[in-house]
Structures are given as structure tokens and as C-alpha cells.
Nanobody, 121 residues
Framework: VQLQASGGGLVQTGGSLRLSCAAS????????MAWFRQAPGKEREFVAL????????YYADSVKGRFTISRDNHKNTLYLQMNSLKPEDTAVYYC???????????????WGQGTQVTVSS
């Protein structure tokens, strides 16, 4: 499986962006897809995840109520709708595929290349 993330950019505080992650190859119904992010000088952190088959989702507290993760089975694509963006959301955002429903990045074995999101104040 290869993952291709896109949709990042520069946005003002309070603005919105939608990230996409196109997957080549089959995504099994048992798979879990997630978004992580890494800000300059910080470790990569969990943002949101979704179970591919049942759309059950889980969010980091820092983005809950502002970000929405979703997927389109037919297009084999993962999304992250980001609203009410804050400067602290500035980071490189990565999509990832794993098989366990958890937030530990070490349980994700396929990663996209990352897309930069910059929120100006």
C-alpha cells in the first residue's frame, strides 16, 4: 500500500483546510487509518483515526470538535477536514495505515510523505 497526502497550505487563524490521503492498493475492512502531525522541534503526535469498515473515530483532545476524519471507500481516500485552525496546528501532517485501533504511531506500518499546514496568526 502506498499513501499520498495532499491538501496542505497556508491559512489564517480561524480558517479551514481539507487534507486528502489517496491509497493505492487494497485497504482491508479491518484496517485503521490515521492522521499524525509533527511541528518543528517536536515529536510526531496523534491527531485522529478511523476504522475503515465501521467509521468509528477517535480524536486527540487538542483537535476534538474542530477536525473531522472521514473516508471514501470507493475512492480509497482518507480525509481530514480542519476547521477553526490555530497557529498551534502548524505542522507537517502525515496519514498512516495500521491494523490496531490505537494512537501509538509504532502500530502504523504504512505512511504518506506528509503535507505542510501553516496557520498564520
Amino acid at each position: 500500500v502506498q499513501l499520498q497526502a495532499s491538501g496542505g497550505g497556508l491559512v489564517q487563524t480561524g480558517g479551514s483546510l481539507r487534507l486528502s490521503c489517496a491509497a493505492s492498493g487494497r485497504i482491508f475492512s479491518s484496517s485503521v487509518m490515521a492522521w499524525f502531525r509533527q511541528a518543528p522541534g517536536k515529536e510526531r503526535e496523534f491527531v485522529a483515526l478511523i476504522r475503515w469498515s465501521r467509521e468509528s473515530t477517535y480524536y486527540a483532545d487538542s483537535v476534538k470538535g474542530r477536525f473531522t476524519i472521514s473516508r471514501d471507500n470507493h475512492k480509497n481516500t482518507l480525509y481530514l477536514q480542519m476547521n477553526s485552525l490555530k497557529p498551534e496546528d502548524t505542522a507537517v501532517y502525515y496519514c498512516a495505515k495500521g491494523s490496531r485501533y490505537n494512537t501509538d504511531q509504532h502500530d502504523y506500518d504504512y505512511w504518506g510523505q506528509g503535507t505542510q499546514v501553516t496557520v498564520s496568526s
